[in-house]
């Protein structure tokens, strides 16, 4: 049972437009998000995190939304550069008394000139 | 400032023989983590040092796999006997402790790829 879903495998979006990477999660318990970007042959590298008592964090290019009654949160990426292609995964953090995180099975994003 | 190292990079041995994984944390980071990631799915957990003693080893697969942490700076994770369902890369994070139950971002090694045959 995944706790942690990320529904598109993949998103193809144009140089200077908006990229948008979806997660869903179903344990409330969450109470820190994580956004990691990976790619190939490297580890995942943390790239922004929101805690459960906001809606919102937003540094530089890119912002993190969430949506705690739908369970949602999405990263926003604006503008997009075709450095940004990557491997993007969702992670939460099950709780106060552990820091084991989970993780979505991630997004690949392409960006094009 | 180093990151995490992790070695060897890859490795392919035989059903039925030993591993041993090694990750070097970030120095002065308290807690080190080991993850799995299994032919393109998710990164799943598999335990949480605080030093050198085992926080939680709740997603460790089985008792093939033995990870340490001898003086609580780096950690091995030996796999034995391999089983062809190991494969996968392994990686290894670690992050700093701000008191009790919350710590920074786990900042992760580049992994090692393990393949059993």
């Known amino acids: 049972d995944q706790q942690v879903k990320q529904n598109s495998p993949s998103l193809s979006v144009q140089e200077g437009r908006i990229s948008i990477l979806n997660c869903d999660y179903t344990n409330s318990m969450f109470d820190y998000f994580l956004w990691y970007k990976k790619y190939p042959a490297e580890g995942p590298t943390f790239l922004i995190s929101i805690s459960s008592i906001k809606d919102k964090n937003e540094d530089g290019r890119f912002t993190v939304f969430l949506n705690k009654s739908a369970k949602h949160l999405s990263l926003h990426i604006v503008p997009s550069q075709p450095g940004d292609s990557a491997v993007y995964f969702c992670?939460?953090?099950?709780?106060?008394?552990?820091?084991?995180?989970?993780f979505g099975t991630g997004t690949r994003l392409q960006v094009f000139p | 400032e180093a990151g995490v190292t992790q070695f060897p990079s890859h490795s392919v041995i035989e059903k039925g023989q030993t591993v041993t994984l090694r990750c070097d944390p970030i120095s002065g980071h308290d807690n080190l983590y080991w993850y799995r990631r299994v032919m393109g799915k998710e990164i799943k957990f598999l335990l949480h040092f605080v030093k050198e003693s085992k926080q939680d080893e709740s997603g460790m697969p089985n008792n093939r796999f033995l990870a340490e942490r001898t003086g609580g700076t780096y950690s091995t994770l030996k796999v034995q006997p391999a089983e062809l369902e190991d494969s996968g890369v392994y990686f290894c994070?670690?992050?700093?402790?701000?008191?009790?139950?919350?710590?920074?971002?786990?900042?992760f090694g580049p992994g090692t790829r393990l393949t059993v045959t």
């Open positions: 992670a939460a953090r099950q709780g106060y008394n552990t820091d084991k995180l989970i």
């Open positions: 994070a670690s992050s700093q402790s701000l008191g009790q139950g919350s710590s920074y971002e786990q900042y």
